[in-house]
Every structure is written in C-alpha cells, then in structure tokens.
C-alpha cells in the first residue's frame, strides 16, 4: 500500500533556530500532502495543504511565515518551523490524499517536536 | 460550517465490556467518515470508513461503526474491550472531492480497568 515517510520523528531544537520536517511518498506521487499539528491530548488542526509545484494554502490563524511549506517534487513535502520558540512544540503530522476521499489518506508516522 | 463532534473527551470500561464511542457529524451532504486510533506517541491508525451501501461498517481489531443519517451519527462499537484497545480515537470526515483534507474531531481517550 502507499507509504509516506516522515522524517525525523523526534527533534529537540533551541528557541530561535528552525526545524525542518519531511514527508516523501514512497511509491505513489502526492499532488497534495496536508500538513497536521496536534497538541498533547488534543485532536488534529488542519495547518495547510501543499500542492506540487504551486503556494500552500493555509488555514485560517496559521501563520505562513513561521511554517514554511515545500511541496517541491510530486514526492516530497516539507515543512520549515522558523524561528521557533517553545509554543510551536508540538506534534506535526502530513497527509496525503488518494485521488478522491473514497481512496483514503496515507499518514506519516508523526514527528515530535519540542523546543527548548 | 462543517463540523464533527465527539461528545465523550474520556470513556473508562472495563476489560471484556462493550464499548460504544460517539461521532456527530455536521456537513451540508452525507461525508464520507472515519474512526482511527492513536496509540501515544505514535501516528494514526485508520479503523473503519463508510463511504455508501450498508450502514454497518466491519473494521480491524473488531471494532464496527453504524452510520445513521437521520441522526449524523457514527458512532464506533466494540463488543468486548481488550486492554491493549487503549489509546486515542478520533472520527473524521471528509467530503468527496478531490484534494480535500480530513477534519478531525477533538477525540476520545479510552481508558481500560481491569
């Protein structure tokens, strides 16, 4: 079945610097990838959707230039935290659709964040 | 706007009792919906979903799910719970169109006594 890869699944980084996260779909091509955060014990908050080879389109209250979305090939995904401060530890997951809901969405395992 | 409710933040049962988790679902159409487990710290799971046809959906770890549209419920059943069934469940919705994300509901964390 399909995959997608997230990388890395744990990143402690300092207040200040920034953090990327990749999602590579490993053997089917992701037009589309969602990118997720959840906080401990809360539910998943749609962030964004990245489209190949076009802008991300974010949800209202993100903050674009804080999260930083690559959808740069039509199997990779990336989401740049800059400057991050200890508010945007978190947990951050991607998505990626199949070509209608009826085809279901593949996760990636999740990467957790802290910032310290 | 569109929405999915689950009622219950934290459900506590005992091992080898029935377990029913709550979903209500708020969209101008009938969604296409999903259950899916968390286990902490790790990513999703995708129980069951229900798309059309018959309203009783069979999943993994045999769990079920009955879509009632007069009720825009879906809610997730088990008949007997496992105490590895702890962890975190989440019904979701999507519609059918192309490129449209899963929204989540704020989940429920079950608990399993022994």
Known sequence: GAVVSQHPSRVICKSGTSVKIECRSLDFQATTMFWYRQFPKQSLMLMATSNEGSKATYEQGVEKDKFLINHASLTLSTLTVTSAHPEDSSFYICSAPGRTAYYGYTFGSGTRLTVV | ?114
Do not use: M
């Open chain 2, 1 to 114: 706007a569109q929405s999915v409710t689950q009622p219950d933040i934290h459900i506590t049962v005992s091992e080898g009792a029935s377990l029913e988790l709550r979903c209500n679902y708020s969209y101008g159409a009938t969604p296409y919906l999903f259950w899916y487990v968390q286990s902490p710290g790790q990513g999703l799971q995708l129980l069951l979903k229900y798309f059309s046809g018959d309203t009783l959906v069979q999943g993994i770890k045999g769990f079920e799910a009955e879509f009632k549209r007069s009720q825009s419920s879906f809610n997730l059943r088990k008949p007997s719970v496992h105490w590895s069934d702890a962890a975190e469940y989440f019904c979701a919705v999507a519609l059918n169109q192309a490129g449209t994300a899963l929204i989540f509901g704020k989940g429920t964390t079950l608990s399993v006594s022994s």
